[in-house]
């Protein structure tokens, strides 16, 4: 305990954050965004924002098929782009796109964080109606395996159900 009372609280910066958007759930993806927005213009810091082509989404036809392969891609690219037009409306001043193909929580921390470097990743997560309050499967990967801090937030309709749990306990 001796340590606890000479200690004294500092202020803590973040210098660059990256936000890892799900192409397939807005829903949660939108607020972990307006999070890393906000906290990349209120810290004038730069901002990633990465996206990842799920390949594992793809069947075995999709997968070998040229045009649905490049179709899909420009889908992402575009996606990304949006979100990036998204963070510099909203008054972020230096935002860089990543994107990647693969499994999610693989690529994120094995190829998409290394050559940003962020001290924050920020992820959004799903809780499905009725499921119990976990985290993801590819939320969890990447706390588990990021070399940085991680914020999982989760989506309004999530919040907004765990408060009703809270507030009308059964």
Not at 2 to 20: C, F, G, K, N, P
Not at 21 to 37: K, L, N, P, T
Not at 149 to 170: C, F, G, L
Request: proline share 6%; net charge negative.
């Amino acid at each position: 305990m001796e340590d606890l009372e000479h200690y004294q609280v500092s202020t803590m910066h973040y210098s660059r954050i990256m936000i890892a958007v799900d192409d397939d759930d807005f829903v949660s993806s939108r607020r972990a965004f307006d999070y890393a927005c906000t906290v990349a213009k209120i810290y004038n810091i730069p901002l990633g924002v990465a996206m990842v082509l799920e390949t594992g989404d793809l069947n075995i036809f999709q997968s070998l098929s040229p045009d649905v392969l490049s179709k899909r891609r420009q889908e992402i690219s575009r996606d990304l782009n949006t979100y990036c037009e998204k963070a510099r409306e909203f008054g972020v001043m230096d935002v860089q796109p990543f994107l990647s193909e693969g499994n999610p929580g693989h690529e994120i921390v094995e190829k998409v964080i290394p050559p940003f470097k962020p001290d924050l990743l920020v992820i959004g997560s799903e809780t499905k109606p009725g499921h119990r309050k976990t985290i993801g499967t590819q939320a969890a990967y990447i706390t588990r395996y990021a070399p940085c801090s991680v914020i999982v937030v989760r989506s309004d309709a999530q919040r907004q159900e765990m408060m009703r749990d809270i507030t009308n306990p059964k």
